[in-house]
């Protein structure tokens, strides 16, 4: 057997192994990675109020689906499909994680000279290339949400922080959804339990799937007349 398929057999073994720990007592890890994604998905909020208040209102108009015209399933569609992105880099995180902190050691463990090297040498790369990744999607969606916060508020007459609030219904649920894999990839990290990311990964996107088909909806069905309400 070569080393690539010694190790994708250990990695699949390992996988196995923490469903089968995590199946028994699933509250017990959820709640960690639910705490921490909420925490980040504040941090998050808090960062798109300061964005909001500090951005000048793009003078061009936006048309909000429910409030300058019928929503239609088209519309939660496309906010399935930008959110589909987001949790896409999310999981391909932890996937990252799962090979730069378990997979790769394990390969460079069982080769020599250069081919050692470079394995011992992608796996602190690919991590960082993680940490750049998710810093760059934070700052992204601050500055893009900010942004479109501060034109809407503006359009509708409303402050920042009550449009905030009439997005939470919706807003908050899709941000924690969208860190979750996030919040697994972090939890690993500090314990260093590299080898139960690729578990990670199936667990937190069976969660994030459905609730972001949920929250696409609520996003163009409900929340438009909560703003229109907080509005008037």
């Not at 504040?42 to 798109?48: F, G, H, N, T, Y």
């Not at 760059?136 to 402050?159: C, K």
């Not at 590299?194 to 996003?219: M, Y």
């Amino acid at each position: 057997m070569s080393v690539n398929e010694l190790v994708l057999v250990q990695g699949m073994k390992d996988t196995r192994t923490t469903l089968r720990d995590w199946n028994r007592a699933p509250w017990g890890v959820l709640r960690g990675w639910l705490l921490l994604s909420l925490a980040v998905s504040c941090a998050l909020l808090v960062a798109v109020l300061f964005v909001a208040t500090v951005s000048t209102p793009d003078p061009t108009p936006i048309f909000l689906p429910g409030i300058h015209y019928r929503a239609h399933l088209s519309d939660a569609a496309s906010v399935l499909y930008h959110n589909s992105l987001v949790l896409a880099l999310h999981v391909m995180a932890c996937v990252a994680g799962f090979i730069a902190g378990s997979s790769l050691p394990q390969s460079a463990a069982q080769r020599t000279g250069l081919s050692r090297l470079v394995h011992e040498k992608a796996g602190p790369l690919a991590i960082g290339f993680v940490v750049c990744a998710t810093t760059f999607s934070l700052v992204t969606q601050a500055y893009i949400l900010g942004g479109g916060v501060s034109t809407v508020a503006a359009e509708m007459g409303m402050s920042r922080p009550l449009l905030l609030v009439a997005l939470l219904p919706h807003a908050l649920p899709e941000l924690v959804a969208l860190f979750l894999p996030l919040a697994a990839w972090l939890v690993a990290s500090r314990r260093g339990e590299w080898h139960k990311l690729l578990a990670a990964t199936f667990v937190t996107f069976a969660i994030s799937a459905p609730v972001l088909v949920v929250t696409a909806l609520v996003e163009v069905y409900v929340s438009p007349h909560l703003l229109i309400a907080l509005a008037s």
